[in-house]
Nanobody
């Protein structure tokens, strides 16, 4: 079974930056769509960004250009670069792998494999 392990979360002040990483146990980063989701306390899971096998990307409108998704196929690693962080970005962040190569959706049902999450806390 595919294993995804997130890292890079932490506590940061508003306006700061973080880079999240997701290490994948198999060589699927280049072959399938990968995405980041987040879940804040008391809220549902929200799609953040997705990148497909052709390196096309899509972001949630609420990110307003502050986040960038990228990947390193050779390292089987997915990244999320987060800038201008706000307190409302506080959440558990999860990476996920889709079962298709050209999924450009932020609907959770398209993603079959999930990591355990990494916590991001932004203070004002």
């Amino acid at each position: 079974q595919v294993r995804l392990v997130e890292s890079g979360g932490g506590s940061v002040q508003a306006g700061g930056s973080l880079r999240l990483s997701c290490a994948v146990s198999e060589s699927i980063v280049s072959r399938y769509s990968m995405a980041w989701f987040r879940q804040a306390p008391g809220k549902g899971r929200e799609g953040v960004a997705v990148i497909d096998s052709l390196d096309r990307t899509m972001y949630s409108d609420s990110m307003n250009g502050r986040f960038t998704i990228s990947k390193d196929n050779a390292k089987n690693t997915l990244y999320l670069h987060m800038n201008s962080l706000k307190p409302e970005d506080t959440a558990m962040y999860y990476c996920a792998a889709a079962s298709g190569a050209l999924v450009l959706s932020l609907r959770a049902e398209y993603f079959a494999n999930w990591g355990q999450g990494t916590q991001v806390t932004v203070s004002s």
